[in-house]
């Protein structure tokens, strides 16, 4: 597996950097200290995996993950309060620093079977288009949809769960329910009230 690792923390990047040295079929084919210099380098690499920190001057990682047509993510920070955030933007894994090796081993193996998963009997791929984790729409079709850092203030972009819909269909029904719940309950308060 072809990995680009992306850490602004020199120390942190060489320590993932030297954990993979050491695991059978990796290759770290880049490393990148910021996210402008990820996107070019997963544009001229293309990667099968990025280890992607979230915490970067500039352009963050959760930046990086929205573009379109991003390789499989699988984040690592220092700080859990991102996990949420990191998992709607379709990581596969998210990884707190220090990373251990066998959290890091565990990550990789999520990585290779949802790329199993997608390829067919005898490598051949199972659907023409390309889909992240967690998203139901092709990754052609959510190229062509605003972005959600684009179409909302910043301030709401990564809080607001309806901008966030399209990414998941099962996440979807589950807000639907939701809503649904709250208003046949509303409904119902409504009818049993006292008309005045």
């Known amino acids: ?24 079929d990796m290759k770290v ?12 380098q997963i544009e001229a690499l293309r990667p099968d995996l990025v280890l992607l920190d979230v915490e ?18 699988v984040f690592t920070t220092a700080h859990s309060r991102f996990a949420v955030d990191a998992f709607e933007a379709d990581a596969y894994d998210f ?3 220090p990373v251990s090796r066998d959290r890091l081993l565990r990550a990789i193996e999520k990585v290779r079977a ?22 139901s729409m092709p990754a052609a079709s959510r190229a062509s949809m605003p972005s959600t850092s684009t179409s909302l203030p910043a301030s709401t972009a990564r809080s607001s769960s309806c901008a966030r819909l399209w990414t998941s269909s099962a996440r979807s029904s589950r807000h639907l329910a939701s809503c649904a719940s709250t208003a046949e309950s509303s409904f ?6 006292p008309s005045s």
Do not use: C, H, N, Q
Not at 1 to 24: F, N, Q, S, T, W
Not at 117 to 128: C, F, H, K, L, N
Not at 188 to 193: P, Q, V
């Open 56 to 73: 970067m001057p500039g352009l963050d990682g959760l930046a990086v993950a929205e573009r379109p047509d991003m390789p499989p993510i």
């Open 188 to 193: 119902a308060s409504l009818r049993s009230a």
């Open 114 to 135: 949802r790329r199993l998963a997608a390829v067919g009997p005898r490598g051949s791929s199972r659907s023409t288009t390309a889909r992240r984790p967690g998203s």
């Open 1 to 24: 597996m072809r990995i680009l690792v992306v850490d602004d923390e020199e120390l942190a990047r060489g320590r993932l950097v030297r954990m993979l040295a050491a695991i059978p």
């Open 95 to 97: 990884l707190l620093k």
């Open 29 to 40: 084919v880049g490393e990148a200290g910021d996210g402008v210099s990820a996107l070019a």
